[in-house]
Structures are given as structure tokens and as C-alpha cells.
């Protein structure tokens, strides 16, 4: 199985900061590398897939980088909304792997 | 609009079995590949399986093979996950979520269906 290891396990961040999260996968993926943002209570959801491309609706603030075995998540201008946890997924292999997810909060 | 609603949790025994659907709207079901993912509670994120648009090929982890069957009913729009001999460490929330080919992402989910094993 491919492991995603995902860093940092938390973070806060200010109004208006930028942060980012890394994803490092075991093998390479081919950047089938996908980011979902889940809120408390609710479902994931699709922010980033194939590593770069933004998904309809999300802000143009999120973008996603990488290739090989490493990928990172990156939020520029942090706003209250973007409060909850983040998780990488790799689509290129099955079983498809999750990272063990970031928290990010607002400080 | 996209939408999944997910039908059937609830509490079951160890050993016993229970059935999800989802019931999917808004886009033409038999165009895209569907999976579950679950959730233990207060965890991350883990793939169940994965059930091609057409329902010819099934791929599932393997803590679950043997004892799961992802399924579909392209004439009803629906995706169904049979569990069987169902053990503690399946309480979860399991989601359902279209799965593109093309960006080999999930890129609509459900509301998610709280699955408790338990005694």
C-alpha cells in the first residue's frame, strides 16, 4: 500500500496568513493527488485534484503543488471559513491511501 | 445539483449484517465510478471500495474483502455497500462519493451513514 504521511498534524494561523500543508507519498503517484477540506459534522469535500487543479467553487486562495512523492496544499489569505481539517488522498493506486489529516484553526 | 443521500445505519451486533445505500441525483449515475469511505469516530479519512460505472469491476481494502460487496443499480441511480460478519472496528461513518475518472478524485460525497458494531 502507498502511505501518505501528512505534516503538520495541526496548525493555527492568523487572519490573512498563508499556510501550507505537505503530503509525502512512499512511491510516486503520477500527481493523482487530490486535498478535501471536512468541517465538524460534516462530509469532505473536494478542494484540489491531480495535484493543481482547483475544483468548481473553491476559492482561487487554495492551490495545490508537488510532484513525485511530494505534494503540498497551500491557503493564502486565511479566513474563518477555512477553519477544519484537511486531508491528501493519492488516487493513483488501489488501495487508495488517505494522509492523517491536518487541523487547522484560526488563531 | 449533486446529491448522494445515504439510506440504512444504525446498531447492529458483532457478527451480524446490514446494508447501505446511496441514492444519487442530479447527474447521470451509470457515467461515473462510485466508492464508500469511512470514519471511525474521531479519525481520518480511510477508502472502503470502489465499484467501476458500470459495475464490472470491484475493488475493496483488505480488511473489508471477504465480508463487503459494493454494488450498484444504474437503473435506480443507486450504490449499495451489503456488510457481513460485521466486527467492532467497522463502527464508522461511511460515506458514498462520485468518483471521477478522469481526475481520480471524489468529487461529490453524501451525507454519511453512522454504522455502530456493538453488542
Known amino acids: 500500500d502507498i502511505q501518505m504521511t501528512q505534516s503538520p498534524h495541526s496548525l493555527s494561523a492568523s487572519l490573512g496568513e498563508t499556510v501550507s500543508i505537505e503530503c509525502l507519498t512512499s512511491?510516486?503517484?503520477?500527481?493523482?493527488l487530490a486535498w478535501y477540506q471536512q468541517k465538524p459534522g460534516k462530509s469532505p469535500q473536494l478542494l484540489i485534484y491531480?495535484?493543481?487543479g482547483l475544483q468548481d467553487g473553491v476559492p482561487s486562495r487554495f492551490s495545490g503543488s508537488g510532484s513525485g512523492t511530494q505534494y503540498s496544499l497551500k491557503i493564502s489569505n486565511m479566513q474563518p471559513e477555512d477553519e477544519g481539517v484537511y486531508y491528501c488522498?493519492?488516487?493513483?493506486?488501489?488501495?487508495?491511501?488517505f494522509g492523517g489529516g491536518t487541523k487547522l484553526e484560526l488563531k | 445539483e449533486v446529491q448522494l443521500v445515504e439510506f440504512g445505519g444504525g446498531l447492529v451486533q458483532p457478527g451480524r449484517s446490514m446494508k447501505l445505500s446511496c441514492v444519487a441525483s442530479?447527474?447521470?449515475?451509470?457515467?461515473?465510478?462510485m466508492a464508500w469511505v469511512c470514519q471511525a469516530p474521531k479519525k481520518g479519512l480511510e477508502w472502503v471500495a470502489t465499484?467501476?460505472?458500470?459495475?464490472?469491476?470491484?475493488y475493496y481494502r483488505d480488511s473489508v474483502k471477504g465480508r463487503f460487496t459494493i454494488s450498484r443499480d444504474n437503473a435506480k441511480s443507486t450504490l449499495y455497500l451489503q456488510m457481513d460478519s460485521l466486527r467492532s472496528e467497522d463502527t464508522a461513518t461511511y460515506y458514498c462519493?462520485?468518483?471521477?475518472?478522469?481526475?481520480?478524485?471524489?468529487?461529490?460525497w453524501g451525507q454519511g451513514a453512522s454504522v455502530t458494531v456493538s453488542s
Open positions: 462519493a462520485r468518483h471521477s475518472r478522469i481526475t481520480q478524485a471524489m468529487d461529490a
Open positions: 512511491e510516486g503517484i503520477s500527481n493523482y
Open positions: 465499484i467501476t460505472y458500470d459495475g464490472s469491476s470491484t
Open positions: 488522498q493519492q488516487g493513483y493506486k488501489y488501495p487508495w491511501t
Open positions: 491531480y495535484t493543481s
Open positions: 442530479g447527474f447521470t449515475f451509470n457515467n461515473y465510478d
